[in-house]
């Protein structure tokens, strides 16, 4: 775009992602291209560009070798020239002039992103702090940080991390363990839950705060280099446990609606609803019939996979039957991190192809518990608050209305009402494919498409 202090890489970017259509290293470029458009400074080198989210060793690499065989072209110095009044690199036009929303030239955000755009490997804060100091006007603190890490131009990190963890990656056969996480709420149970109970069976348990889910199986790097954590690949089936006293107070405050609704965001392809009967006598808040009319719709209608236990000793073999299934399944395939939207993930790759999973950090993006709240995350709730909107519906309107904004314009007053209906209505929501409606479309069409309070 015009302006852009580093057009010669966004042009590259956008080069290997087209090139790269429809294989799973197109959103390694997406990502990079993000990243890249939120910097406010030219870069002089690939390697440079190792500061910024998402560009991991190997893209730095080939953009400095991209870069090389351009000033070859040009007749140019193998190298750029050092900053000064020039310009600081080939990237950047003569005369740019920034953006307004950039940082301006002398303040904090400017000079800590100029500090760091000359360290490819990360500074300690104290010594970032230091270095920026003489090209600010004012002093710094760690508070000047702040607004870097809102934007996303600068990431913060205990070490220096071998990659990207969102970066495409594969393990093959031998190279992986497949190994059962549970949520740590799960071992607050009578005598360690069903956790515990999984371990008296031999059945190994990692327990980690997940970011959906209460049970699920990850791929497991078996020999990462040394100083650094293995890399671990989700795979395809989360179970969701609820108890039957659980499964009632979840209904009645709305709660079930909206795991459903983060389960089918998370991008994994098979959740399951792993539900307990009620013990004899145990006191339920709603009654049994209404819990088992609510499992059927998770299963007939939002299409879960749904699977009824007696007990926490029923739940806990099952779950050690489906591992072992699991395990048997996809111990022999060569494993590859998915690098694009969470939510657009195709079916399962056919049995010889490699199998393409979320990388676990990635989960939090589509289904997690306590993630960042977005205007999309927040306008989703508010749709799973009208009654008879299931998440499967919730999602249909957001596919095509990401915002509240998005659909009020689409509903303004120069609309048809009755054509914003038959819009709406002709939407196609959950597994099943059914329409939307005409009952929650008009619905919808009061609330979003009227200028005013409500009569």
């Given at each position: 775009?015009?302006?852009?202090?580093?057009?010669?890489?966004?042009?590259?970017?956008?080069?290997?992602?087209?090139?790269?259509?429809?294989?799973?290293?197109?959103?390694?470029?997406?990502?990079?291209?993000?990243?890249?458009?939120?910097?406010?400074?030219?870069?002089?080198?690939?390697?440079?560009?190792?500061?910024?989210?998402?560009?991991?060793?190997?893209?730095?690499?080939?953009?400095?070798?991209?870069?090389?065989?351009?000033?070859?072209?040009?007749?140019?110095?193998?190298?750029?020239?050092?900053?000064?009044?020039?310009?600081?690199?080939?990237?950047?036009?003569?005369?740019?002039?920034?953006?307004?929303?950039?940082?301006?030239?002398?303040?904090?955000?400017?000079?800590?992103?100029?500090?760091?755009?000359?360290?490819?490997?990360?500074?300690?804060?104290?010594?970032?702090?230091?270095?920026?100091?003489?090209?600010?006007?004012?002093?710094?603190?760690?508070?000047?940080?702040?607004?870097?890490?809102?934007?996303?131009?600068?990431?913060?990190?205990?070490?220096?991390?071998?990659?990207?963890?969102?970066?495409?990656?594969?393990?093959?056969?031998?190279?992986?363990?497949?190994?059962?996480?549970?949520?740590?709420?799960?071992?607050?149970?009578?005598?360690?839950?069903?956790?515990?109970?999984?371990?008296?069976?031999?059945?190994?348990?990692?327990?980690?705060?997940?970011?959906?889910?209460?049970?699920?199986?990850?791929?497991?790097?078996?020999?990462?280099?040394?100083?650094?954590?293995?890399?671990?690949?989700?795979?395809?089936?989360?179970?969701?446990?609820?108890?039957?006293?659980?499964?009632?107070?979840?209904?009645?405050?709305?709660?079930?609606?909206?795991?459903?609704?983060?389960?089918?965001?998370?991008?994994?392809?098979?959740?399951?609803?792993?539900?307990?009967?009620?013990?004899?006598?145990?006191?339920?808040?709603?009654?049994?019939?209404?819990?088992?009319?609510?499992?059927?719709?998770?299963?007939?209608?939002?299409?879960?996979?749904?699977?009824?236990?007696?007990?926490?000793?029923?739940?806990?073999?099952?779950?050690?039957?489906?591992?072992?299934?699991?395990?048997?399944?996809?111990?022999?395939?060569?494993?590859?991190?998915?690098?694009?939207?969470?939510?657009?993930?195709?079916?399962?790759?056919?049995?010889?192809?490699?199998?393409?999973?979320?990388?676990?950090?990635?989960?939090?993006?589509?289904?997690?518990?306590?993630?960042?709240?977005?205007?999309?995350?927040?306008?989703?709730?508010?749709?799973?608050?009208?009654?008879?909107?299931?998440?499967?519906?919730?999602?249909a309107v957001l596919s095509l209305f990401p915002t509240p904004a998005s659909l009020m314009a689409a509903l303004g007053p120069s609309q048809d009402p009755q054509k914003c209906r038959e819009l709406l209505g002709a939407l196609r929501c959950g597994a099943a494919q059914r329409s939307l409606g005409p009952s929650l479309s008009g619905a919808l069409v009061r609330l979003y498409g009227t200028r005013g309070p409500l009569a």
């Open positions: 775009p015009r302006g852009h202090p580093n057009p010669l890489f966004a042009r590259w970017l956008r080069e290997w992602r087209d090139e790269a259509q429809g294989t799973w290293a197109r959103g390694t470029y997406e990502r990079a291209l993000r990243s890249l458009a939120r910097f406010p400074l030219p870069l002089r080198s690939g390697r440079s560009a190792a500061i910024l989210q998402h560009f991991g060793p190997a893209l730095c690499a080939r953009l400095d070798q991209r870069l090389r065989q351009h000033r070859q072209e040009q007749g140019l110095p193998p190298t750029p020239p050092p900053h000064g009044r020039g310009p600081a690199s080939p990237s950047a036009p003569p005369k740019h002039r920034p953006r307004p929303s950039r940082p301006l030239p002398r303040s904090a955000g400017h000079a800590l992103l100029q500090v760091l755009s000359q360290h490819p490997e990360p500074l300690p804060e104290a010594e970032l702090l230091q270095q920026a100091q003489p090209l600010c006007d004012h002093a710094l603190t760690p508070a000047a940080l702040g607004p870097l890490l809102r934007r996303g131009l600068v990431q913060r990190s205990d070490r220096p991390p071998r990659c990207d963890p969102q970066e495409e990656f594969e393990l093959r056969p031998g190279e992986f363990d497949i190994v059962l996480c549970a949520d740590v709420t799960e071992a607050n149970g009578p005598a360690g839950g069903v956790p515990a109970l999984l371990r008296s069976r031999g059945v190994p348990v990692l327990l980690r705060r997940l970011h959906v889910g209460d049970f699920l199986w990850v791929a497991r790097e078996r020999n990462p280099p040394q100083g650094h954590a293995p890399r671990e690949l989700a795979l395809d089936v989360v179970v969701e446990r609820k108890s039957a006293p659980d499964l009632g107070n979840s209904l009645r405050d709305g709660r079930y609606r909206e795991q459903k609704f983060r389960l089918r965001r998370s991008g994994l392809r098979c959740p399951v609803y792993l539900l307990e009967e009620p013990g004899p006598g145990e006191a339920l808040p709603l009654p049994l019939r209404s819990l088992r009319q609510a499992a059927a719709n998770t299963q007939v209608q939002d299409g879960f996979f749904v699977v009824h236990t007696r007990d926490p000793q029923d739940s806990a073999e099952f779950l050690g039957a489906l591992g072992e299934q699991l395990r048997r399944r996809f111990g022999g395939r060569v494993l590859r991190a998915w690098g694009g939207d969470v939510t657009a993930r195709g079916p399962p790759e056919p049995p010889g192809t490699p199998l393409t999973l979320l990388p676990l950090p990635r989960l939090r993006e589509g289904g997690g518990k306590n993630q960042t709240q977005t205007v999309g995350s927040v306008f989703a709730r508010q749709l799973l608050q009208l009654g008879g909107l299931s998440g499967g519906r919730a999602g």
